[in-house]
């Protein structure tokens, strides 16, 4: 039967955190490249938040990429 350990969801964890801090850097950065004012908090939240929810927990979960990341 598997088991859940302290360091694997520490591992996690700290996945799920690189990938948010991560994000919210492109949309600065893209925002930059395009000349254009950096997002309105509330819309890199929600982006933010949609990544964290959704693609991120469905990666780490099910071990899986849809897209890269360096960590």
Same mark, same amino acid.
């Given at each position: ?6 360091? #694997?969801?520490?591992?996690? +964890?700290?996945?799920?955190?690189? %990938?948010?801090v991560? !994000?919210?850097?492109?949309?600065? #950065?893209?925002?930059?490249? #395009? ?8 819309a890199?939240?929600?982006? %933010?938040?949609?990544? +964290?929810?959704?693609? !991120? !927990? %469905?990666?780490?979960?099910? #071990?899986?990429s !849809? ?5």
């Amino acid at each position: 039967m598997p088991t859940v350990s302290v360091a #694997a969801v520490c591992a996690l +964890l700290s996945g799920i955190l690189a %990938t948010t801090v991560e !994000s919210v850097g492109d949309y600065h #950065a893209c925002a930059k490249l #395009a000349g254009v004012p950096p997002p309105p908090l509330h819309a890199v939240n929600r982006g %933010t938040l949609i990544t +964290l929810l959704i693609v !991120s !927990s %469905t990666e780490h979960c099910f #071990a899986v990429s !849809s897209h890269t990341h360096s960590h």
